[in-house]
């Protein structure tokens, strides 16, 4: 099965730079994904590590480490619309569905 | 850019009664995704479909039912519903796999929240 691990909360202030980490135990995966969603919304795609590395889309970066079974979104410059929760998600070999993170929830402060 | 459509965006229904909720994919994406959101909770997976065939079945109620019509829109039907089912409903679209990445990136439609009283 998969089991994803985040922080609940992280806070932060408006311009930092804040990194969300999600560990995991998976028998196997296509890859790490990171989606945002704020209060009442829903889910929107932000990253997609097929590979171990970085990978670098605007103010948002995310890294995945295989062999650490480790992964995290960074997010540089903070603004106050930054405040959602964030989800890893991984997708299982042979399945099409996503398995969520339990999710962290990122509070931008002036 | 067109976006995946969900209708109601809000229902409330009495226990034990039922409720179906409709998604409507985003054009010449091939898998529609049916996901639960509970209260402070991540998105749980209910069902899929891959071309208008059942593809995958998560933790789906079989109370619940689902199926995808020849147009591509989706409809979760839920029967003998419980308190415990309110919660928001998120359909789910991505297109053709490109390498892994298309089932990866999947497109959420905003929601139906149910209330069950």
């Known amino acids: 099965g998969q089991s994803l691990e985040q922080p609940s909360e992280v806070t932060a202030v408006e311009g930092a730079i804040v990194q969300i980490n999600c560990t995991y135990q998976t028998s196997g995966f296509y890859g790490l994904s990171w989606y945002q969603q704020h209060d009442g919304g829903a889910p929107t795609f932000l990253s997609y590590?097929?590979?171990?590395g970085l990978e670098e889309t605007g103010r948002f970066s995310s890294f995945l480490s295989r062999s650490d079974s480790y992964g995290y979104l960074l997010l540089q410059e903070l603004q106050m619309k930054d405040s959602a929760s964030y989800f890893c998600?991984?997708?299982?070999?042979?399945?099409?569905?996503?398995?969520f993170g339990s999710g962290t929830r990122l509070q931008v402060q002036p | 850019a067109a976006g995946v459509i969900q209708s109601p965006r809000h229902l409330i229904k009495e226990k034990r009664e039922t409720a179906t909720l409709k998604c409507y994919p985003i054009p010449r994406h091939d898998t529609v995704y049916w996901y639960q959101q509970g209260p402070g909770q991540d998105p749980q997976f209910l069902i899929s479909f891959y071309e208008k065939m059942q593809s995958d079945k998560g933790s789906i109620p079989d109370r619940f039912s689902a199926q995808q019509f020849s147009d591509y829109h989706s409809e979760l039907n839920m029967s003998s519903l419980e308190l415990g089912d309110s919660a928001l409903y998120f359909c789910?679209?991505?297109?053709?796999?490109?390498?892994?990445?298309?089932?990866?990136?999947?497109?959420f439609g905003p929601g139906t929240r149910l209330t069950v009283l």
């Open positions: 998600a991984v997708r299982p070999p042979g399945r099409r569905a996503l398995t």
């Open positions: 590590n097929a590979l171990d």
């Open positions: 789910a679209s991505s297109s053709p796999s490109v390498g892994d990445r298309g089932g990866n990136e999947q497109f």
